[in-house]
Nanobody
């Protein structure tokens, strides 16, 4: 069965960095794009980034471009999200997901992805 497990979320000060991990199982990660999404309290879930399975090309939401970097290690069945220059606006539960496509930033919509992890909480606060 498809399973995605996120980790790495914690409380961090503004300007700080975090690296989130998403370990996947139950499918061959080599063949599928993986996406990161987030949901802040009282807001809809939104796309953050995704990485292609073909050439490891990445897409980013405008709000995180230049600060976040997505990468994948197929040998470890893991996708990472390196987050730098964090601000309170980045506070949210972060989810990884599979089952969608990743050709442009317009593919970063939650309904396009089928399988989800349980999420990891990121809180940016002083």
């Amino acid at each position: 069965q498809v399973q995605l497990v996120e980790s790495g979320g914690e409380l961090v000060q503004p300007g700080g960095s975090l690296r989130l991990s998403c370990v996947v199982s139950g499918f061959n990660m080599d063949n599928y794009p993986i996406g990161w999404f987030r949901q802040a309290p009282g807001k809809e879930r939104e796309g953050v980034s995704c990485i292609s399975s073909i050439d490891d090309s990445a897409q980013y939401a405008d709000s995180v471009k230049g600060r976040f970097t997505i990468s994948r290690d197929n040998a470890k069945n893991t996708v990472y999200l390196q987050m730098n220059s964090l601000s309170p606006e980045d506070t949210a539960v972060y989810y990884c997901a599979v089952g969608g496509i990743c050709r442009s930033r317009y593919d970063l919509y939650p309904a396009g992805y089928s399988y989800w992890g349980q999420g990891t909480q990121v809180t940016v606060s002083s």
